[in-house]
Structures are given as structure tokens and as C-alpha cells.
């Protein structure tokens, strides 16, 4: 069972709709989320961090967390063809003050069709 | 600040040659990644330190690959022999690593060709 899921995609939906970027993990304690941006022959950048449940707002961009579920999301309103990108959800363990491995999805392709 | 510096950005070698692949973390960082990835696929982690240390080293493909950090600063990626089915895209990243909330920072890769 891979430690962290998302569905490959690619997703594709219109300018100006919702996109919704799903991810589930394994690890009941984990303690720290975060969702990547990465464009083709580029490397990823952060867009987003969460770590408690519920949802962090930034812009454009939603983050939803359900630990109980295990379940990470991210929503990106009023899609633009400029969001068109592979969108990487990474999750970290528990901080025991020594060794923490992050753990990456494989990643979702986000397609915005003008 | 300076993010995570990468060098070269590209490498071209023939099979069979080996190759130094060189990472410069954020100043500060403590953790520091190697991952690889090819073309149109996710990222395939390599090796994670921790400091000096390599805590976790499951994902070098073979003992042609080697990694090593120094001063809990620089680290350098070596491959042996290459082959090519090692031509990817090399990234390194690095974390502050002192809670839960250490985000990883990435450099902006080495594109390496085996030919």
C-alpha cells in the first residue's frame, strides 16, 4: 500500500472552474501537510501548508484537512490556464526531534482548458 | 536569502563514466533530500540526511550510487559507471527540520544525460 495516494489524473476542467486535487495517507501520525506546485521542467514549489483539520484559505487556493479520514484536498477556485500543472501533496510525520522523512503522492496532473 | 543551489545544471556524460552531482542546502537547513525523476513521472526519492547523516538510504538504485554530506552543509551525489537509464532530472531539497512544520525547499535540479 503506497504511504501517500493521489490519483494521477490528468484532471482536466474549465477556465474558471473549481479544481479539487485529492490525497490520502496511510500514516495515522502525521502531523504536518503541504501541497506542491511543479510545471513541466521545473522543479516543485510550495504552495500550501496545513496542520490542523479544517480548511486554510490562500487566494485562490483551499486547503482541506480530515485527519480523522486521513484525507488532504486542495481547491483551486476560478481556475486559470496558468494552474495547468502536476500538484504534488507531501506529508510529514510526527516531529520526535530527530529523524522525519517526508513522504511525496506521485502527484496529480491539473489540466485548464480555456 | 539564497535558496538550494544546484551544480551543474546540466551534465552530458558517456556510459560508463562517472559523475558528482553538487547540492548547497539553504544555510540552516539540517535535512537535506535527494530525489530523481524522469521524464513525465513523479518524483523517486534517493537518500535523506539528516545532518551529517544518512538516516535513510533505501532509495539509491544500486551500489553504483553514492551520496555523502559534509559540515551538515554541502552534499554530493556520485554515480559509477553510468548507465543510461540513469539520464533524469536530479533534485535536491533541503528542510529546517526542527518541528513538523519543516516545508522542503528544492533547488532547481541537474538534468543529467547518459549517452
Known amino acids: 500500500q503506497k504511504e501517500v495516494e493521489q490519483n494521477s489524473g490528468p484532471l482536466s476542467v474549465p477556465e474558471g472552474a473549481i479544481a479539487s486535487l485529492n490525497c490520502t495517507y496511510s500514516?495515522?501520525?502525521?502531523?504536518?501537510f503541504f501541497w506542491y506546485r511543479q510545471y513541466s521542467g521545473k522543479s516543485p514549489e510550495l504552495i500550501m501548508s496545513i496542520y490542523s483539520n479544517g480548511d486554510k484559505e490562500d487566494g485562490r487556493f483551499t486547503a482541506q484537512l480530515n485527519k480523522a479520514s486521513q484525507y488532504v484536498s486542495l481547491l483551486i477556485r476560478d481556475s486559470q490556464p496558468s494552474d495547468s500543472a502536476t500538484y504534488l501533496c507531501?506529508?510529514?510525520?510526527?516531529?520526535?526531534?530527530?529523524?522525519?522523512?517526508?513522504?511525496f503522492g506521485t502527484g496529480t496532473k491539473l489540466q485548464v482548458i480555456p | 536569502g539564497a535558496g538550494v543551489s544546484q551544480s551543474p545544471s546540466n551534465k552530458v556524460t558517456e556510459k560508463g563514466k562517472d559523475v558528482e552531482l553538487r547540492c548547497d542546502p539553504i544555510?540552516?537547513?539540517?535535512?537535506l533530500y535527494w530525489y530523481r525523476q524522469s521524464l513525465g513521472q513523479g518524483l523517486e526519492f534517493l537518500i535523506y540526511f539528516q545532518g551529517n547523516s544518512a538516516p535513510d538510504k533505501s532509495g539509491l538504485p544500486s551500489d553504483r550510487f553514492s551520496a555523502e554530506r559534509t559540515g551538515g552543509s554541502v552534499s554530493t551525489l556520485t554515480i559509477q559507471r553510468t548507465q543510461q537509464e540513469d539520464s533524469a532530472v536530479y533534485l535536491c531539497?533541503?528542510?529546517?527540520?526542527?518541528?513538523?512544520?519543516?516545508?522542503?525547499?528544492f533547488g532547481n535540479g541537474t538534468r543529467l544525460t547518459v549517452t
Open positions: 500514516d495515522r501520525g502525521s502531523q504536518s
Open positions: 544555510s540552516g537547513h539540517t535535512a
Open positions: 531539497a533541503s528542510s529546517l527540520a526542527r518541528t513538523s512544520d519543516s516545508p522542503l525547499h
Open positions: 507531501a506529508v510529514n510525520p510526527l516531529w520526535s526531534g530527530g529523524y522525519q522523512k517526508v513522504t
